[in-house]
């Protein structure tokens, strides 16, 4: 087991690594590297899965470490996951956007009569804050997408950390009073957890009622 955790986890390392690459490749490129590093993603989360049923074979005194260290490699590969989805989100409107600013720029106008015009200016000037305003809203849900993705890992990730700690305890023989701190502790973070999620859920709703 420990060989196959050493090696996911440089895995890991090395795809947070090449993450900051993606500002930085050229266009033509970039899917290329966006392709290679969801490949070595999905291949990190096979490894985690024998890493998973390797932990459950350990000995009773090791097992619980062990899934421990598990479990806080699968949320380091979330993470890298949700980052990865949100810059495809990005990259994609970006372009969307792009496309759009080129067929209007290329766009023939013509009169048929003196009297009638079109406001080209406006036109384009109408059209740019439209495109910001999208812009600004199309970040805003990537983000909040990816925070509301990473606060449901975050809670399940929790959940089980809280219970093989209580286990742990148990196993430690700790008092009932560091039991009772730990599971206040929990109770806690749930709360800030969901207190998160209402308030990034409030403000996209003020955002699309107010470009609405």
């Known amino acids: 087991m420990e060989t196959l955790y050493h090696q996911t986890n440089k895995q890991i390392q090395e795809v947070q690594s090449q993450m900051g690459r993606l500002e930085t490749t050229d266009r033509q ?3 290329l590297l966006e392709n290679e590093l969801q ?15 390797l932990a459950s074979k350990e000995p009773p005194n090791r097992r619980q470490n062990a899934k421990l260290r598990v479990d806080q490699l699968k949320y380091d590969v979330q993470h890298l ?7 495809q989100h990005r990259r994609y409107a970006r372009e969307a956007q792009e496309r759009e600013r080129e067929e209007l720029m290329s766009r023939s106008f013509t009169t048929n ?15 740019s804050s439209l495109q910001s305003a999208h812009r600004g809203m199309d970040d805003l849900l990537g983000s909040g997408s990816s925070i509301l993705n990473g606060l449901r890992d975050q809670r399940g990730t929790l959940k089980g950390t809280h219970k093989k ?10 008092s009932n009073t560091v039991m009772r701190l730990i599971e206040k502790r929990a109770t806690q973070d749930k709360f800030i957890m969901i207190t998160g999620m209402l308030i990034t859920c409030v403000v996209m709703f003020l955002v699309v009622k107010y470009l609405s």
């Open 81 to 87: 996951q949700t980052a990865l989805r949100n810059f």
């Open 165 to 174: 700690m209580l286990d742990v305890a148990n196993m430690l023989g700790l």
């Open 39 to 53: 490949a070595r993603i999905e291949q990190i989360f096979t490894h985690l899965e024998r890493l998973e049923i």
């Open 113 to 127: 009569d003196a009297d009638t015009s079109i406001p080209i200016d406006d036109t384009l000037q109408f059209n």
């Open 29 to 31: 490129s970039v899917h």
